[in-house]
Nanobody, 123 residues
């Protein structure tokens, strides 16, 4: 069992930056691929980014490529999402998720989810 807690969300102006953190409980964090997803009001949850167990593989949605960077620190049991050049359309609740499988975009591949953190980007 893995418990995930996101933090770092907030209100930021367009063009600004935020760094989200996802703290995981337990001593098996390094066995999980990690993903970030987001859900805006009235929309389906969508893939943002994912990273493999050893951080050698990363993946990004086209909408965030070049602006967001995913990383992880297995010694700290924490995954991060650095978000730069934020746009109003990035406004959503951001969730981190853990998968025993590959770092893919499909939400069904993920076994554990955090409670989410709100990111609001004003224009």
């Amino acid at each position: 069992q893995v418990q995930l807690v996101e933090s770092g969300g907030g209100l930021v102006q367009a063009g600004g930056s935020l760094r989200l953190s996802c703290a995981a409980s337990g001593r098996t964090f390094s066995t999980y691929s990690m993903g970030w997803f987001r859900q805006a009001p009235g929309k389906e949850r969508e893939f943002v980014s994912a990273i493999s167990r050893g951080a050698s593989i990363t993946a990004y949605a086209d909408s965030v490529k070049g602006r967001f960077t995913i990383s992880r620190d297995n010694a700290k049991n924490t995954a991060y999402l650095q978000m730069n050049s934020l746009k109003p359309e990035d406004t959503a609740v951001y969730y981190c998720a853990a998968s025993l499988g590959a770092p893919v975009a499909a939400p069904d591949n993920y076994d554990y989810w955090g409670q989410g953190t709100q990111v609001t980007v004003s224009s």
